[in-house]
Nanobody, 112 residues
Framework: QVQLVESGGGLVQPGGSLRLSCAAS????????MTWYRQTPGKGREPVAT????????NYADSVKGRFTISRDNAKNTAYLQMSSLKPEDTAVYYC?????WGPGTQVTVSA
C-alpha cells in the first residue's frame, strides 16, 4: 500500500523560493524513481521533475530547468523539490508520484 504525503507548500512572492517534501511509505523507496507533478485547471497534471532510484540521474521539464532541483534521501524515505526563482506560472498543486500513485498534494501560490 503506497502512501505519499506532500508538504511545504505555501504563498511566496515572484522570485522567491520554496522547498517541498514528499514522505513515502508502503514500498521499497530506494527501488523506484520518484516524480514531482503539478496540476492547474488549464494544463492539468504535468511532470515537473524525476529522480532515479539512487538519485544519480534527474530530469526536468523545460519550464523549470535551472530553477528547480529534485533530490531524495533514501534513508528517510523522502523526496524533495527545491524551487527557486519562482514565477506566477508555477502556481499549482504539487504532487509526488510513484507506481501510479500520488499524494493529496500541496498548494504552491506565487503572487505579489
Amino acid at each position: 500500500q503506497v502512501q505519499l504525503v506532500e508538504s511545504g507548500g505555501g504563498l511566496v512572492q515572484p522570485g522567491g523560493s520554496l522547498r517541498l517534501s514528499c514522505a513515502a511509505s508502503g514500498y521499497t523507496f530506494s527501488d523506484y524513481a520518484m516524480t514531482w507533478y503539478r496540476q492547474t485547471p488549464g494544463k492539468g497534471r504535468e511532470p515537473v521533475a524525476t529522480i532515479s532510484p539512487t538519485g544519480v540521474s534527474t530530469n526536468y521539464a523545460d519550464s523549470v530547468k535551472g530553477r528547480f532541483t529534485i533530490s531524495r534521501d533514501n534513508a528517510k524515505n523522502t523526496a524533495y523539490l527545491q524551487m527557486s526563482s519562482l514565477k506566477p506560472e508555477d502556481t499549482a498543486v504539487y504532487y509526488c508520484g510513484v507506481l501510479g500513485n500520488w499524494g493529496p498534494g500541496t498548494q504552491v501560490t506565487v503572487s505579489a
